[in-house]
């Protein structure tokens, strides 16, 4: 079978992306495993198959699936380039600069801008309300700490690896996040770096370290794993994503981010979250909802057979 792709990113999280408006595509995890494959196939993240909108105002559906060929409910970044791919292929009235993307974990309403040729390059992005619950996240350790509203949810609690003590706070974006904030690095055992001698964000070894907590009995549904450095004007962060291994950015990640900087007393509700592939401004509202800003970028197109 010859299947046509584009290939977009967000931050540098990247994507094949495949028109499947009349559902006729089905992937088994093995082709997923190939289309992702660096060295053997396209190379992404994952692959996002573009199907029609379910909901009033939806342009598009974003089914996304990880490179190791698990479904997953959402996609920060996906979402934003399925946007992009449905305002630049026409699906959006051209007069317009917001459209809806449907997804497993609900419709996500976003709001771009286009360039003078009419072309998407970022977009604003309603993330909808974090889901803090613990046995909703899901995880299977207890609520330590209640929000200013009354709602509880799991907060720095330490978990030990052969690599040290990591303390998790919990947050669901629609898919499970444990964000690790680190504040004594030299706390952290030497196998935890690339470089021991420089016990940083910049030399931990998130390969090795997000692959020991992503299938931990504390989440059932495993989860992706977040690394984060509290810096004077940002949050620094690097992340083992759920189904992959370590991305160049995660943009539920950086939304479980921001709300668990919030929620833990370590920010305010509007943080830059600076990835290895770019930053993200994201905003925990008042109104209690996730609002995510990045970029969209589409890098080329082709065909592969399968
Ligand atoms: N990169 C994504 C998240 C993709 C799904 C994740 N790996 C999971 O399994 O939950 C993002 O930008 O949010």
């Given at each position: 079978?010859?299947?046509?792709f584009?290939?977009?990113?967000g931050?540098g999280?990247?994507?094949?992306?495949i028109?499947d408006?009349?559902r006729?595509?089905?992937?088994s995890?093995?082709?997923?495993?190939?289309?992702?494959?660096?060295?053997?196939?396209?190379?992404?993240?994952?692959v996002?198959?573009?199907?029609?909108g379910?909901?009033?105002g939806?342009?598009?559906?974003?089914?996304?699936?990880n490179?190791?060929?698990?479904?997953?409910q959402?996609?920060?970044?996906g979402?934003r380039?399925?946007a992009?791919?449905?305002?630049?292929?026409g699906?959006?009235?051209s007069?317009?600069?917001?459209?809806?993307?449907?997804?497993l974990?609900?419709p996500k309403?976003?709001?771009?801008?286009r360039?003078?040729?009419?072309?998407?390059?970022?977009a604003t992005v309603?993330?909808?309300?974090p889901?803090?619950?613990?046995?909703?996240?899901?995880t299977v350790?207890?609520a330590?700490?209640?929000?200013?509203?009354?709602?509880s949810?799991?907060?720095?609690?330490?978990?030990?690896s052969p690599?040290?003590?990591?303390r998790?706070?919990?947050?669901?974006?629609?898919?499970?996040?444990?964000?690790?904030?680190i504040?004594?690095?030299?706390?952290?055992?030497d196998a935890?770096f690339?470089?021991?001698g420089?016990?940083?964000?910049?030399t931990?070894d998130?390969?090795k370290v997000g692959a020991f907590f992503?299938?931990?009995?504390a989440?059932?549904?495993?989860?992706?794993?977040e690394?984060?450095?509290?810096e004077?004007?940002?949050?620094?962060?690097?992340?083992?994503?759920r189904?992959?291994?370590?991305?160049?950015?995660c943009?539920?990640?950086?939304?479980a981010?921001?709300v668990?900087?919030?929620?833990t007393?370590r920010s305010?509700?509007?943080?830059d979250?600076?990835?290895?592939?770019?930053?993200?401004?994201?905003?925990?509202?008042?109104d209690?909802r996730?609002?995510?800003t990045g970029?969209a970028a589409?890098v080329f197109?082709g065909?592969?057979e399968?």
């Open positions: 079978m010859k299947l046509h584009a290939k977009l990113h931050a999280n990247d994507f094949v992306m028109d408006r009349d006729s595509i089905d992937l995890p093995d082709q997923v495993a190939f289309l992702c494959d660096r060295h053997f196939g396209i190379g992404a993240d994952g996002i198959l573009v199907r029609p379910e909901t009033e939806a342009s598009a559906f974003m089914h996304y699936i490179a190791d060929g698990t479904l997953a959402m996609c920060g970044n979402v380039c399925t992009k791919w449905a305002v630049d292929r699906l959006v009235d007069s317009a600069s917001a459209t809806v993307i449907d997804t974990s609900g309403p976003i709001e771009f801008a360039d003078e040729r009419g072309l998407m390059r970022a309603d993330m909808g309300a889901i803090l619950e613990p046995s909703q996240v899901p350790l207890a330590t700490g209640a929000t200013e509203d009354g709602r949810f799991v907060g720095d609690v330490t978990l030990k690599f040290g003590n990591f998790f706070t919990c947050v669901s974006m629609g898919n499970p996040h444990a964000v690790a904030f504040e004594d690095w030299e706390a952290l055992y935890a690339t470089d021991p420089n016990k940083s964000l910049a931990l998130v390969d992503e299938p931990h009995a989440f059932p549904e495993k989860a992706n794993i690394f984060v450095s509290i004077a004007d940002h949050l620094a962060m690097r992340v083992y994503e189904g992959v291994a370590e991305t160049l950015a943009g539920t990640g950086a939304c981010v921001g668990a900087a919030f929620i007393g305010g509700r509007v943080n979250v600076r990835l290895l592939g770019g930053t993200l401004h994201i905003e925990y509202a008042e209690g996730v609002r995510m970029p589409q197109e065909d592969i399968l």
